[in-house]
């Protein structure tokens, strides 16, 4: 089983639509967990962090955490095509290492 | 506030050779984290470093290497290139070790031919 597990997609989304990421992880005792945006050809950055159980809101982004269930979620609403990028979920370890799922596509067409 | 430096942006090398790239953090962070990312394998940790000290490691080989300067800069090290070493090298810089949140620079682009 790998450490922090998305789907891969492409996940394709209308315009003006929401867009829903998923990503479990398998370190029960993960505290620190991350979404990253990575457009082709650059590197990743940072959206959202969050670190307790339930909702975190930024703009559009909403980051939700469930520990008991081992799974973090990324809602982008009205999505844009601008948002058309690879999203990787990040979790820090139990070890202290952040390791990172292999990310989602995601398509949002106009 | 500059962000993380990486250079240099990409590099061609040889078979057999080695190689060093260097990370300068954000002004103020003493933790760098090097990753390796492929099309095949993603984002794979290679190594943290955190005030000179190595503080985490990935499942590489130890052709790979890393140090960390009194200044927080970084560098990373690879020896005796196979192409299969041929990928994006990223760092990332964040305040401390723990659960803060961290900054990647730009990537270095190594071609092993």
């Known amino acids: 089983q790998k450490e922090v597990e998305q789907n891969s997609g492409p996940l394709s989304v209308p315009e003006g639509a929401i867009a829903s990421l998923n990503c479990t992880y398998s370190?029960?005792?993960?505290?620190?967990f991350f979404w990253y945006r990575q457009y082709s050809g650059k590197s990743p950055e940072l959206i959202m962090s969050?670190?307790?159980?339930g909702d975190k809101e930024d703009g559009r982004f909403t980051a939700q955490l469930n520990k008991a269930s081992q799974y973090v979620s990324l809602l982008i609403r009205d999505s844009q095509p601008s948002d058309s990028a690879t999203y990787l979920c990040?979790?820090?370890?139990?070890?202290?290492?952040?390791?990172f799922g292999q990310g989602t596509e995601l398509s949002v067409k106009p | 506030k500059a962000g993380v430096t990486q250079t240099p942006r990409y590099l061609i090398k040889t078979r057999g050779q080695q190689v060093t790239l260097s990370c300068s953090p954000i002004?103020?962070?003493?933790?760098v984290s090097w990753y390796q990312q492929t099309p095949g394998q993603g984002l794979q940790f290679l190594f943290e470093?955190?005030?000179?000290?190595?503080?985490n490691k990935g499942n590489f080989p130890g052709r790979f290497s890393g140090r960390q300067f009194s200044n927080s800069r970084s560098e990373m090290n690879v020896s005796t290139l196979e192409l299969g070493d041929s990928a994006l090298y990223l760092c990332?810089?964040?305040?401390?070790?723990?659960?803060?949140?961290?900054?990647f620079g730009q990537g270095t682009r190594l071609t092993v031919v």
């Open positions: 990332a810089s964040s305040f401390s070790s723990r659960d803060t949140e961290a900054f």
């Open positions: 370190d029960r005792v993960s505290q620190s």
């Open positions: 969050i670190y307790s159980n």
């Open positions: 990040a979790v820090k370890n139990q070890g202290g290492k952040l390791i």
């Open positions: 002004s103020g962070h003493r933790s």
């Open positions: 470093y955190f005030s000179e000290t190595q503080r």
